[in-house]
């Protein structure tokens, strides 16, 4: 990292990223939404949790702000950079410095760092206070489509960028251990807004898997706004008492259900107020 920032300079630097970030967003998002959304939308339908998908225009806000996001991301990632030239962060160059079993547990560290962080900077962005200022524009997405992954605010997408300077200064990072992590991030985000449930009806019921979120997890936040919070494990919804009451049973009923379904109704942003979507 700090070679080529050495190499590109700050311009040049913030370009790659900018770029980098786009290109994850289009195979990503692009590629579910095709798969999932065009050439398999008739088949799938049964699965889909609300019942009929979000219009044009709500798709069209989720990548214009997702856009916007990928510019405060790009200048965090210059913010990373500089701090490791300049020695203010635990950001190495050598994988041999740290060792490979290290750099897969930094990876298991990061994530597990960051479903904590997200937790919590996520119900506070929920904070009546705050909510219409940081979080609103992504909820504009009731019905989200795999588009609204990244579909931020610019103080939210601050508050989100915010994960990587946080764990370098806590742990020594590699770039290799960030790079899986945005890999396993952004799948996990763009599987959350699917609103597609594809995850089988026994993965709650399992031990083995019950620890997990699911699609329909995160579509009831959206629906509902002052529930389930988590991002990658259930893990803090479990502890602070906020999974949505019915989030199983829903889950089960989707999960399992034919090709035969009655639709439920979407429920659009108008209908709901930043004091309706308030956590605490």
Same mark, same amino acid.
């Given at each position: 990292?700090?070679?080529?920032l050495?190499? *590109?300079?700050? =311009?040049? %630097?913030?370009?790659? *990223?900018?770029?980098?970030? &786009?290109?994850?967003?289009?195979?990503?998002? =692009?590629?579910? !939404?095709?798969?999932?959304?065009?050439?398999?939308g008739?088949?799938?339908s049964?699965?889909?949790?609300?019942? /009929?998908?979000?219009? @044009?225009? @709500?798709?069209?806000?989720?990548?214009?702000?997702?856009?916007?996001? %990928?510019?405060?991301?790009?200048?965090? =990632?210059?913010?990373?950079?500089?701090?490791?030239?300049?020695?203010?962060?635990?950001?190495?160059?050598?994988?041999?410095?740290?060792?490979?079993?290290?750099?897969? &547990?930094? *990876?298991?560290?990061?994530?597990?760092?960051?479903?904590?962080? %997200?937790?919590?900077?996520?119900?506070?962005?929920?904070? @009546?206070?705050?909510f219409?200022?940081?979080?609103?524009?992504?909820?504009?997405?009731?019905?989200?489509?795999?588009?609204?992954?990244?579909?931020?605010h610019?103080?939210?997408?601050?508050?989100?960028?915010?994960?990587?300077?946080?764990?370098?200064v806590?742990?020594? &990072?590699?770039?290799?251990?960030?790079?899986?992590?945005?890999?396993?991030?952004t799948?996990?985000? *763009? &599987?959350?807004?699917?609103?597609?449930?594809?995850?089988? +009806?026994?993965?709650? @019921?399992?031990?083995?898997?019950?620890?997990?979120?699911?699609?329909?997890?995160?579509?009831?936040?959206?629906? !509902? %706004?002052?529930?389930?919070?988590?991002?990658?494990?259930?893990?803090?919804? /479990?502890?602070?008492?906020?999974?949505?009451?019915?989030?199983?049973?829903?889950?089960?009923?989707?999960?399992?259900? +034919? +090709?035969?379904?009655?639709?439920?109704?979407?429920?659009?942003?108008?209908?709901?107020?930043?004091?309706d979507?308030?956590?605490?």
């Open positions: 990292m700090s070679e080529l050495s190499k *590109v300079g700050y =311009g040049g %630097f913030f370009g790659i *990223v900018w770029g980098a970030l &786009l290109l994850r967003y289009v195979l990503f998002a =692009g590629l579910t !939404f095709w798969i999932v959304w065009i050439l398999l008739k088949k799938l049964h699965k889909l949790i609300q019942g /009929k998908k979000p219009d @044009k225009k @709500k798709i069209l806000h989720e990548i214009r702000y997702s856009l916007l996001t %990928f510019f405060v991301f790009a200048l965090s =990632g210059i913010f990373v950079a500089w701090s490791q030239v300049n020695g203010y962060n635990l950001v190495y160059d050598r994988v041999s410095d740290y060792g490979v079993p290290y750099l897969l &547990l930094s *990876v298991v560290m990061l994530i597990l760092l960051h479903d904590t962080y %997200f937790y919590w900077t996520h119900r506070m962005m929920h904070h @009546k206070s705050l219409k200022h940081f979080h609103l524009v992504h909820h504009r997405s009731t019905n989200p489509s795999p588009w609204a992954a990244f579909s931020f610019p103080l939210e997408a601050i508050v989100e960028a915010g994960i990587i300077p946080l764990a370098s806590i742990f020594p &990072l590699h770039q290799t251990a960030m790079f899986v992590f945005f890999l396993y991030m799948s996990l985000n *763009v &599987l959350g807004h699917l609103s597609y449930e594809l995850f089988p +009806s026994w993965f709650l @019921k399992s031990p083995f898997t019950n620890w997990h979120n699911t699609t329909t997890h995160h579509n009831l936040h959206h629906r !509902f %706004f002052n529930c389930n919070y988590s991002l990658y494990f259930n893990f803090w919804d /479990k502890v602070m008492g906020t999974n949505h009451e019915k989030y199983k049973q829903t889950f089960e009923e989707i999960s399992s259900r +034919s +090709s035969s379904y009655e639709e439920i109704g979407e429920v659009t942003a108008a209908e709901i107020t930043s004091k979507a308030a956590a605490v």
